[in-house]
């Protein structure tokens, strides 16, 4: 989804635009949840591919 999201229009900014826009109500505080769990396992692949050419 926020592939999807950064795809056709970027990241959220936390000013609640994106709330106020989004046709299903989802909420400020879940889409910078899950902005956070997505930045989160970005950076995880990549220390998984960096240890997989140091290895």
């Keep these: 989804m926020v ?4 795809q056709y229009f970027g990241s959220c900014t ?3 635009e994106c ?8 909420s400020i505080d879940f889409i910078a ?3 956070r ?3 989160k396992s ?4 990549r220390r998984r ?6 290895g």
């Design 3 to 6: 592939e999807t999201m950064e």
């Design 14 to 16: 936390n000013h609640g």
């Design 19 to 26: 709330q106020e826009a989004c046709p299903k109500e989802i």
């Design 33 to 35: 949840m899950m902005n």
């Design 37 to 39: 769990d997505y930045l």
């Design 42 to 45: 970005k950076l995880a692949n």
């Design 49 to 54: 591919a960096g240890q997989r050419k140091a």
